[in-house]
């Protein structure tokens, strides 16, 4: 079972770059957008991955947050609604998936940089009144499920100058019983091959997806969205108030310059 789920899921991949190449240039962004979101669900399927969303609410024109846990998270929101994603530069380098994420979309980001984080800004909120749907991840890298790392608040300032509200959601990956699945977590030392190679060997995961509620951005400040941001999402993963005992990181730090000393950014 193992290595079959492995050579369908090279397949996949390969498919995938294929669509980029020769369907894309030719193709609607509606039909791209159909494109991702079938491949991204097929992709989960072949891991092994059932993915229950809770999403009852039309998504607004608005910028999407969610807690990181793992590299299945870009697929998992991608199964309800393609996004734009904001992610490090180093998962360019990734086999085959690296080239996939370029080629729909994802805007590459340098931490630590400054003048790289002005010029993504620029592109978020040019992407936002666009059209598009932008997400990112606030932690600035992942964190094992039970734990919520302080969001960073730079480019919440995107949502305040396209004038959009921002759309959290809440992700968790369970077992059969419920609980936190250990396979989904995407930490420390871990390569991104074996973390692919353990989620195959895991056996049934559900992936949770759900949507909490908008937070209007009008009069804002990009620390007080980052702050709210973090406690809706605590608050749609059941995390108990002492988990939010860490404050966010300051307003003009770069995401990923203050990760968790226990969460080594994947």
């Not at 369908?8 to 894309?24: E, T």
């Not at 962004?29 to 989960?44: C, D, P, T, V």
């Not at 305040?160 to 809440?170: G, S, W």
Request: glycine share 6%; hydrophobic share 45%.
């Amino acid at each position: 079972m193992f290595v079959f789920r492995l050579l369908r899921l090279i397949a996949h991949l390969f498919k995938g770059m294929a669509v980029c190449a020769f369907l894309f240039p030719f193709t609607s962004q509606q039909g791209r957008e159909a494109h991702i979101r079938r491949w991204s669900r097929k992709l989960l399927r072949i891991c092994g991955i059932a993915i229950r969303i809770d999403s009852p609410l039309p998504i607004p024109r608005s910028l999407l947050v969610s807690n990181h846990v793992s590299w299945l998270d870009i697929f998992a929101v991608n199964s309800l609604q393609p996004c734009r994603f904001v992610a490090k530069s180093e998962i360019r380098s990734w086999p085959l998936i690296g080239w996939l994420c370029a080629k729909t979309g994802t805007i590459f980001i340098s931490r630590g940089k400054a003048s790289d984080v002005r010029r993504i800004f620029k592109g978020i909120v040019e992407s936002i009144e666009a059209g598009d749907r932008v997400a990112f991840f606030p932690e600035g890298t992942t964190a094992a499920q039970g734990k919520l790392l302080p969001f960073h608040a730079n480019l919440f300032e995107a949502a305040l100058d396209a004038r959009v509200p921002v759309q959290p959601y809440a992700l968790r990956y369970l077992d059969a019983q419920g609980n936190y699945h250990a396979a989904a977590d995407f930490i420390g030392d871990t390569t991104i091959v074996e973390s692919i190679l353990a989620v195959l060997q895991a056996g049934s995961i559900t992936a949770e997806l759900t949507q909490l509620p908008s937070i209007p951005t009008d009069g804002a400040h990009r620390r007080e969205l980052a702050v709210t941001a973090r406690k809706v999402v605590a608050d749609g993963l059941g995390y108990v108030p002492e988990d939010l005992m860490q404050t966010a990181p300051p307003a003009g730090s770069p995401p990923g310059t203050a990760p968790d000393p226990q969460a080594a950014p994947q």
